[in-house]
C-alpha cells in the first residue's frame, strides 16, 4: 500500500456513513494496521470499535475488504499460467529434491482447487436450501 489514504466514492453503498467513517475505511484499506489506520484518521481505538458495531459501517469495510481481494485474486489468476509452466519446468531439473518439490506442488495445488470447488459447491447448497427454507414461511 503506498501510504495514502484513498477516497471513498459516495453513493448508495456508504449511505449512513460520516465523512470520517468513509476516510477510516479508505485509511483501513491503504495502511497496513488498523491502528495506522485510526492514526491517520485521528479516531480513538474505542471509536473505531464503536463503529465496527454499526451494520452500516461494518458491512461497507467488509465489501470494500472483498473487493480489493478479488482484484488482488485477479492478480495472482493472470500470473497462474506462469507459475505452471515454472514448476513444469522444475519437474525436469537434474536436482531430484527439487523435482519431488515441484511434483509435491503441483499435486497440492490440485487438491486445493479441488476444495475451493467443493467449498463453492456447498455454498451453493446452502444458498439454496436456505431460499427454500425462507419460501416456506
Known sequence: MNGAIASMPEGEAVRGLTPKQRRTIAAI????????????VGIKRQTFYKWLKDPAFRDELRRRLDDLTEAAVGQLKSAAG??????????????????????????DQIHRAKELDIVARLEEIEQFLDERKNDKF
Open 29 to 40: 484499506i491503504t495502511t497496513r494496521t488498523h491502528e495506522d489506520a485510526m492514526q491517520a
Open 82 to 107: 506462469e507459475a505452471v509452466q515454472a514448476l513444469r519446468g522444475l519437474l525436469e531439473s537434474e536436482s531430484e529434491s527439487v523435482r519431488l518439490r515441484a511434483a509435491l506442488g503441483i499435486l
